[in-house]
């Protein structure tokens, strides 16, 4: 089903930092992603290809803070059937397109918008 909040992600200026602060503090692992300034942020029981092995976490990403996205706080991603159609929505709602559709690899589609309060989110697409 979509619309359910399925990540987060961390806006860091300091990389290492960063990582090392969630994993001593919450024994999370974080994995680096070559040339995205991005690291994966695993809360929690995890397969590779599946996500969460068990109910009532998700896992997260964090992110190098940078001109496009020069936020401070953290950010929730929403799951779509596509991220297209619901930045339409966003935007005939109120809210505006930051990122349009972007391709992840070959996992999927992100995009991301602000909503009427100017609260930065991002959406999913599975591929």
Avoid: C
Avoid at 34 to 47: K, R, V
Avoid at 82 to 91: I, P
């Amino acid at each position: 089903m979509s619309g359910k909040v399925v990540h987060f992600e961390i806006p860091f200026d300091d990389g290492d930092r960063a990582r090392a602060f969630y994993g001593r503090t919450f024994g999370w692992q974080t994995v680096p992603v070559p040339g995205m300034g991005y690291a994966m942020a695993i809360t929690g029981p995890s397969d590779p290809a599946e996500g969460p092995s068990e109910p009532k976490f998700i896992n997260g990403g964090m992110f190098q803070r940078n001109e496009q996205f020069p936020v401070k706080a953290p950010n929730v991603v929403i799951d779509v059937p596509d991220v297209d159609e619901a930045l339409r929505r966003v935007e005939a709602a109120g809210g505006s397109t930051v990122v349009g559709r972007t391709p992840v690899g070959d996992m999927g589609f992100t995009g991301y918008f602000t909503d009427t309060e100017g609260n930065l989110l991002g959406l999913w697409e599975s591929t």
